[in-house]
């Protein structure tokens, strides 16, 4: 059974920083994509970023530039870097994976940009 475990979030001033980390178990996790998403309140899930198996990364426009994804294959884990936060990136922050075309997501962690 996958299962995917955010970390990580917590309460930042406007233009600080985050990072992210999302631990995943029962997969190769090497071998799969792995993404983030993100749901403020009472708006729809959104896609943030996504890196391949082999390091392809792709961003949102709302986050290009400021967000950085990774991935360490040893550790079955990946990383979202925020920087620059703004107020509009408030939200609840999710992983997911596709293994055998299910998608698998987290528990979410919350990250709030509040002064």
């Known amino acids: 059974q996958v299962q995917l475990v955010e970390s990580g979030g917590g309460l930042v001033q406007p233009g600080g920083s985050l990072r992210l980390s999302c631990a995943a178990s029962?997969?190769?996790?090497?071998?799969?994509?792995m993404g983030w998403h993100r749901q403020a309140p009472g708006k729809q899930r959104e896609w943030v970023a996504q890196?391949?198996?082999?390091?392809?990364?792709n961003y949102a426009d709302s986050v290009k530039g400021r967000f950085t994804i990774s991935r360490d294959n040893a550790k079955n884990t990946v990383f979202l870097q925020m920087n620059n936060l703004k107020l509009e990136d408030t939200a609840v922050y999710y992983c997911?994976?596709?293994?055998?075309?299910?998608?698998?997501w987290g528990q979410g962690t919350q990250v709030t940009v509040s002064s």
């Open positions: 997911n994976t596709t293994v055998y075309s299910w998608t698998y």
């Open positions: 890196v391949t198996s082999d390091d392809r990364r």
């Open positions: 029962g997969m190769i996790f090497r071998l799969y994509a």
